[in-house]
């Protein structure tokens, strides 16, 4: 099955079709590829139902994972993997049931690392995509539900907190080719740490901000995650 399918993990257990919508981006993604509006998949199932088990309602912070191949001595081959949660988030447990999907692998292309470089594990569709059957799961289904790891996030949730000041106090907003223009009457200190914590982040997010009629308005644009994220945040006020 691994030359015929994608696999995806999710929590909701009910999907009929995928879309080619990303609202989520990736920390660090400086090669694009991670941020795309695009179908995410990978030929790794195992991989996949770490997404089906970790709650993200219930997750404050970010996900860690991936998977690396190696060659062994005796020429089999040995998938390491690492899986890890917001050490803040850990032991409140935020596991939860889910399904894993087996998708047609006909509309996916292999991601490469960077731009030109080697394929990773990860594959994308831009065009909608309909299971061919899911596998429902329960946490203690997956094999590695207690070798999750923690990891600091603070600086990350700071920029949550940061985030929902800014765009809490927004009370105007335009699109612009890439994204999103706004006011805001968040204190202009408040957006300038914002700013600052938002480029280390996510260095393929462009942020300006100026301060105009006593308002700091902000321009903000990037990658379509961006964008749709943008759209769900500010759209209404745009409308």
Known sequence: SRDIVIFQGSNDRTIDEFLPRRTSLELHDVGGRGNLGAIYGTHDGLWSMFFATVDRSALRGSISNGVSRYDAPDGRTVDVYHFSVSSESLPERPFTSGALYLLPRDTFER?????????SPEWASHEPVRPICRILLEPKDFPFLDDIGGHDDGP???????????LGAANAAERIDGGFRFATTADRDVVDRWTELGASFFPDVDRSADTVDGQTVVSMTGPPALQHWLEERLGHLAD
């Open 111 to 119: 991601i490469p690392f960077f731009p030109g470089g080697p394929p």
């Open 156 to 166: 990350l949730l700071e920029l949550g907190d940061l985030t929902d000041q800014v």
